[in-house]
């Protein structure tokens, strides 16, 4: 495998035990129900009216300054101690990150059923996998509430699929409710006709009479009837305008002087005029430059702005209700009003615009300094240090993709690629080219592998592994020039990879492989022997299985069937205990797995384990052709053995496919020839599930989701023309008619995925 996986991400993907996660100080907001500030008005109309629905969907929409979350924190509050809270953040883009914050406030009530982590460890945030996701959810049982906050923060065409299709799948007993300025993505449509949503406007938002004058006593102010019946006028209720309202009246202001409703550019005009005036330059300075940032503590103040005490600079901006807004209950963590937050942003870019990357600047040492390298990449990447950035990268990217979120290494990845001239950037290259060819998009791989190609080499990583050492790694992986080359590949990346580095475990196993492929089974295996050993201490247990499942072939070319069998169901144990199911390593494991069971006359193990590898199927192509080659020669063994011969004729087109792509190949070409010489000779039979292509095997885990036809079509970046003739043959294949025929189809093959 050629990113190993160091074991943490694929059995926790848990925030607080995670390395790559910032500090339970900075997350506990974001997964916590927010603390209630001083004087806010109770909705009471509006919490009853929640409390006592039952639809499993909650759409809170409104601009801002309309009391979403406030409404949505008095409910939560008297809905009880079952309430997961999440925050959304930018970070949550990636649907992975945004799925595992959701897993991180769930652990918080009770344990939930650990499938769900391991799945969107593989799913690399498929929408696909949202189906599995929710089962696995539901094992935490009802009543309890999830809540999303902060809804408009989630712009990614996948976050946002990911969101409509967990709506659609609410488990019993839940209730999700959402937060959003913006319209929030969701088939509102369908779960309206079902009677499966209830939806909160800006005009049951807006405050009556009776809220208007609680809010105003809680500032201290007095006003009589008729003059908050004028000022609820003039606002139209608009919460964040009474408010301000009665702190511009308490300054002197006529109580009628003003005339703005939920507009937020009135609002910015306001703050401008009326707000910042009234605060010191000190103050005001402050809130300038700490607006970079989205929470801010103490401590990360005073590195930001070179400072000190801004603990209680914050603590008294607070207190003087000024839309500073504590995030934790001992007040050491706070935010700014989304709309203050804006307005501040705007006068530092007006007034000291020079200033603007200097503070991220300070803020990524800062998170960097105190162990928090995602945060710090994002100021980085702000501030524009490419530099820093790269080497936060490249220390990031590979427990970050095995984690899930594969997303967000891309972004990174494309975000450096812009960049002239970074240090590093071919390492980070052929790592992001390694991402692709396990993903199964060989010609996204190859455009990143020529991209590191042409970039220097020399110089040393921060790990003490050298960039030509690197380099020499992904052609090992890649296979491009035959086994000779890799062979002298791995042995150039095993001398030039820091001894620190779990990709040498990697090495060894190329190596190991280039051999078995030219016949030289003995030394094959002693190499394989030691791969497994090495990729254990590393814990990278998906490379471990596959060196078994290697070694299962050594086994089996000697005809030592007991051997084989011991040592491919080891493998399967660690794929199993593990939760591999997904990766790309697995697929010569289910392989060889099928094959095995085949050969001792087991004929349901086999197809058990047929369908298992056949799922990964997509996943092999040319970009990582020698195991890619082997998974589907063995799947073929196993097809001729269970009589299916459209399975067998399948997987050999897909693997000549790859061969002549990547024609020196060792043993393998010829091995694809002799297989498919006698398939030809059985004779023809019904074309079945088995027959599946691989771009219909792609298409399979979106016929569950709420995407239409053309939309699938988007994301699998093909015609409509071609879904329907794709939809049309897998309904064939599968012997339905219908869309919901084939679903269930799917579901009893076990190839959902």
């Known amino acids: 495998m050629p990113w190993p996986d160091d074991g943490r991400e694929t059995t926790a993907l848990n925030h607080e035990r995670s390395s790559l996660a910032p500090s339970s100080a900075v997350l506990a907001p974001k997964f916590h129900v ?97 189906r599995g996701f929710v089962t696995a959810l539901a094992s935490v049982k009802g009543p309890l509430a999830l809540v999303l906050d902060h809804l408009e923060l989630i712009t990614s065409s996948e976050s946002r699929a990911s969101i409509a299709e967990f709506a659609l799948r609410v488990p019993p007993g839940w209730q999700l409710a959402m937060a959003s300025r913006d319209p929030i993505p969701i088939p509102t449509a369908r779960l309206r006709a079902h009677g499966q949503i209830i939806e909160i406007g800006a005009k049951q938002l807006a405050m009556t009479g009776g809220e208007a004058s609680e809010l105003l006593k809680g500032t201290g102010l007095e006003l009589s009837s008729m003059q908050i019946g004028e000022l609820v006028r003039r606002t139209e209720g608009w919460p964040v305008g009474l408010y301000l309202a009665a702190l511009a009246t308490k300054d002197g202001a006529p109580a009628t002087g003003f005339n703005f409703s939920g507009d937020d550019r009135l609002i910015g005009d306001y703050l401008r005029s009326e707000l910042l005036p009234r605060l010191t330059r000190t103050q005001t300075d402050f809130l300038m430059r700490t607006s970079v ?221 280039s051999y078995l492929l030219d016949g030289d089974l003995d030394r094959a295996d002693a190499i394989l022997a030691h791969a497994c050993d090495v990729a254990t201490d590393f814990d990278a247990l998906p490379l471990a299985a596959l060196t078994l499942a290697e070694r299962f072939l050594v086994a089996a070319a000697h005809d030592d069937w007991t051997t084989a069998e011991s040592l491919v169901m080891r493998a399967v144990e660690i794929v199993d205990a593990r939760g591999l199911d997904g990766y790309w390593t697995s697929a010569l494991v289910f392989a060889t797995a099928a094959h095995s069971a085949a050969h001792r006359g087991d004929i349901p193990t086999a197809r058990f384990y047929v369908a298992r590898g056949a799922r990964l199927r997509p996943l092999l192509t040319y970009a990582l052709p020698v195991v890619s080659v082997q998974a589907l020669i063995e799947l073929a063994h196993a097809y001729i053995a269970v009589v299916d011969p459209a399975g067998a004729a399948a997987v050999l087109e897909q693997a000549f496919t790859i061969v002549q792509q990547r024609p020196d190949l060792g043993s393998l070409p010829q091995a694809v020839e002799r297989l498919q010489s006698s398939v030809g000779q059985i004779a023809d039979v019904a074309f079945g599930a088995s027959s599946l292509t691989t771009a219909e095997l792609r298409l399979l885990p979106l016929l569950h989701t709420h995407l239409s036809m053309p939309e699938i079509g988007d994301r699998l970046f093909i015609s409509r023309h071609t879904v329907k003739t794709q939809v049309t043959s897998v309904y064939r294949k599968l012997g339905v008619s219908s869309r919901g025929e084939a679903v269930a189809r799917i579901t009893e093959l076990g190839l959902h995925g």
């Not at 009853?48 to 601009?63: Q, T």
């Open 34 to 130: 927010p603390a209630q500030r001083r004087g806010i008005v109770t909705r009471t109309f509006l919490v009853d009216r929640l409390l006592a629905a039952d639809e499993a969907v909650i759409a809170v929409v409104g601009p801002p300054g309309f009391g979403k979350t406030t409404l949505l924190t008095q409910w939560a509050q008297r809905f009880g101690p079952r309430v997961a809270w999440v925050a959304c953040e930018e970070t949550d883009n990636d649907p992975v990150a945004l799925l595992t914050s959701v897993l991180t406030a769930l652990n918080a009530i009770e344990p939930v059923d650990p499938a769900a982590s391991q799945l969107l460890a593989t799913s690399g945030g498929s929408i696909g996998a949202v």
């Open 293 to 513: 940032l989205d929470r801010m503590s103490g401590p990360l103040c005073d590195a930001v702005v070179g400072a000190e005490r801004s603990a209680q600079v914050l603590e008294q901006l607070e207190g003087r209700n000024l839309l500073v807004v504590p995030l934790d209950r001992r007040r050491e963590w706070y935010r700014y009003h989304h709309l203050l937050r804006e307005l501040l942003q705007a006068e530092l870019r007006r007034n000291h615009p020079e200033e603007i990357p200097l503070l991220h600047a300070r803020a990524a040492a800062w998170y960097e300094a105190n162990s928090m390298p995602e945060a710090a990449v994002k100021h980085a990447q702000t501030a524009g240090d490419a530099d820093r950035m790269a080497a936060l990268v490249l220390e990031l990217m590979q427990p970050v993709w095995a984690s899930g979120r594969v997303h967000t290494v891309l972004h990174w990845m494309e975000w450096l690629g812009d960049q002239p001239s970074v240090d590093h950037y071919a390492a980070i290259a052929a790592h992001g080219a390694l991402v692709f060819a396990l993903l199964g998009r060989a010609s996204e791989a190859e455009r990143w592998t020529a991209v590191a190609e042409r970039l220097p080499t020399a110089g040393t990583l921060p790990d003490g592994s050298t960039v030509a050492a690197t380099m020499a790694y992904l052609r090992a992986n890649l296979c491009r020039d035959g086994t000779t080359a890799m062979r002298r590949d791995a042995r150039t990346a095993w001398d030039g990879l820091s001894p620190s580095s779990p990709y040498r475990a990697t090495m060894l196993d190329a190596e190991g492989i």
